[in-house]
C-alpha cells in the first residue's frame, strides 16, 4: 500500500512538532522545513502528495510560496492547505487566488486535519488515476486507427490483423475496467464525506432524504451540520453528474464546513456569499470563461428558538402546511460559482415562520426535469409541488416510498436525466 509523503513548512517548531506526531502516527510519511525556502527546495525534490504550509512567516509569507510552488510546473498539481487563525477570513481568499486548495486552522483540531488532508490526497489520487488512464485510452485509440487503415490497404493479411484489433479491442476492455474502479473508489470517497442522514433524528419530529444519483457518484449532495446551537442543512446541485460533478460536491462539502465553523457570518445569505467567493477563487473562474458552479437552497435552524431562516442560489424552499396550504419562498437569481462579469452577487436571508405539522422541503432540479410520461416531457415544477402538497399528511418513510414509486413511474423506459435529491423536514 502507497505511504504518502506530507511537506510541513513552518516556523514555529511546535506546530512543527504537534502535526509531525499526528501525521507519523496515522502511516503518513513526513518532511519537514522551517522556513519556506527550504520548504519550495524540499517540494521540488520531493514532490510530496500534499502541502501544509503556514501563512505567516519572516523573510516570505505563505501566499508568496504558495504563489511559487504553483507556478512550478512539476509542483503546480499538488494540493496546498494553508495554516493559520480563524479569523483570516480575507487573507485565506488571498491564498485561494494564488492556488490554495483548503486550510487548517490553529489551535489544531486532529480530527479537523485529518479529515481535510484525506480528502485532498484522495481527490489527487482519483485525479492522477483518471489522467493515466485517460492517456492510455487516447495511445489505444490512435493504434486502433492505424491497425484499421492498415488492414483496409492489406487484405491479404486480414485474418492477422483480426486477431491484431481483437487483442486491441480486449486491452481497452481492460482499461475501461480500470476506469470504472477509479470511479468506484471515487464513489467510497463521497460516501463517506455524506452526513447520515440519521444525524436529523435528535432535531427534528420527522425527516426524509430521497437520494438517487444519475450515475455511480453524485453532482448532488445534501449537507448538515450542527454549530453553536444552530442547525444546518443545505441541498446542493453542483453542475453535472457523474465525476465532474462529483469532484465540485467535495469541493462543496469542505467549503460549506469551513465558512460555518470559521466566521462570524452566520447568516445562511452571508454564508452563500462567501461560498460563492471561496469557489470562484479556488477554481480560479476570475476572468476565465468557466460556468462551474452550484445550486443550493440552504436553511439554518435555531434549536433553542425554533426558529428557521432561509436563502437560495437558485434554488427554493417550499413549505406545506398542516392544512394544506403552501409557501413557495425562491432563491436568488444567481447560482455560486461561474464567471459574472460586473455583478455583485448578494444573497438574501429570508425569516420563516414556522407552524406545527408544516413540512419544510429542499431539493434539487432532478425531478422536476426528469422526461417521461405519456408525451415524453419533464416533469415540471408546478406538478412536482402539487405532488409533495398531496403526500405531505404522510409520515416521512411514507413520502420517501411515494416519491419512488412516482419517479419510476413517470420515468419508465426514460433515461435517467439527472441527479434527484428531496430533503424533507417537520421541526
Not at 167 to 178: D, G, L, S
Request: charged content about 25%; some cysteine.
Amino acid at each position: 500500500m502507497k505511504i504518502n509523503t506530507i511537506l510541513l513548512i513552518d516556523d514555529e517548531p511546535l506546530n512543527l512538532t504537534v502535526l509531525k506526531n499526528l501525521l507519523v502516527s496515522k502511516n503518513y510519511h513526513v518532511i519537514v522545513a522551517s522556513n519556506p525556502h527550504e520548504g519550495i527546495r524540499l517540494a521540488h525534490s520531493e514532490l510530496p502528495d500534499c502541502i501544509l504550509l503556514d501563512i505567516y512567516m519572516p523573510e516570505m509569507n505563505g501566499l508568496e510560496a504558495c504563489g511559487i510552488i504553483k507556478a512550478n510546473e512539476s509542483t503546480k498539481h499538488i494540493p496546498v492547505l494553508f495554516i493559520t487563525a480563524k479569523d483570516d477570513t480575507d487573507l485565506l481568499l488571498k491564498g485561494f487566488k494564488v492556488g490554495a486548495v483548503d486550510y487548517i486552522t490553529k489551535p489544531f483540531n486532529e480530527e479537523e486535519v485529518l479529515v481535510r488532508l484525506k480528502t485532498h490526497i484522495d481527490l489527487k489520487n482519483v485525479r492522477d488515476e483518471l489522467s493515466a488512464n485517460n492517456q492510455e485510452l487516447k495511445e489505444n485509440a490512435i493504434q486502433l486507427r492505424s491497425m484499421h487503415e492498415a488492414t483496409l490497404k492489406q487484405t491479404k493479411a486480414n485474418a492477422q490483423k483480426s486477431e491484431m484489433l481483437y487483442n486491441a479491442f480486449t486491452e481497452i476492455e481492460k482499461k475501461n475496467e480500470k476506469i470504472n474502479a477509479s470511479i468506484n473508489y471515487g464513489y467510497r470517497i463521497q460516501n463517506a464525506i455524506m452526513p447520515d442522514e440519521r444525524e436529523l433524528e435528535g432535531y427534528t419530529k420527522d425527516y426524509f432524504v430521497f437520494f438517487k444519483p444519475k450515475d455511480i457518484v453524485s453532482g448532488d449532495i445534501f449537507w448538515i451540520k450542527e454549530y453553536l446551537g444552530n442547525l444546518y442543512i443545505a441541498a446542493i446541485d453542483c453542475t453535472g453528474h457523474g465525476v465532474p460533478g462529483a469532484f465540485l460536491s467535495i469541493l462543496a462539502n469542505s467549503l460549506l464546513t469551513g465558512i460555518v465553523t470559521s466566521t462570524q457570518d452566520d447568516q445562511p445569505g452571508g454564508i452563500i456569499k462567501l461560498l460563492n467567493e471561496s469557489v470562484v477563487q479556488s477554481m480560479q473562474q476570475n476572468g476565465s470563461s468557466s460556468g462551474d458552479g452550484m445550486d443550493l437552497s440552504l436553511i439554518k435552524y435555531d434549536i433553542r428558538n425554533k426558529t428557521l431562516q432561509f436563502a437560495g442560489a437558485h434554488n427554493p424552499l417550499f413549505i406545506v402546511s398542516q392544512s394544506g396550504e403552501v409557501n413557495l419562498i425562491k432563491g436568488d437569481r444567481f447560482g455560486v460559482g461561474g464567471n459574472f462579469k460586473n455583478i455583485k452577487k448578494q444573497f438574501i436571508t429570508h425569516d420563516v415562520e414556522l407552524k406545527k405539522g408544516d413540512w419544510v422541503y429542499i431539493y434539487s432540479d432532478g425531478f422536476q426535469d426528469q422526461i417521461g410520461g405519456e408525451a415524453n416531457r419533464k416533469y415540471m415544477s408546478k406538478r412536482f409541488r402539487s405532488f409533495l402538497q398531496s403526500i405531505s399528511m404522510l409520515s416521512g418513510a411514507e413520502q420517501k416510498a411515494l416519491l419512488k414509486k412516482e419517479l419510476d413511474e413517470w420515468k419508465g423506459r426514460a433515461k435517467t436525466i439527472d441527479d434527484v435529491l428531496i430533503i424533507g423536514i417537520q421541526f
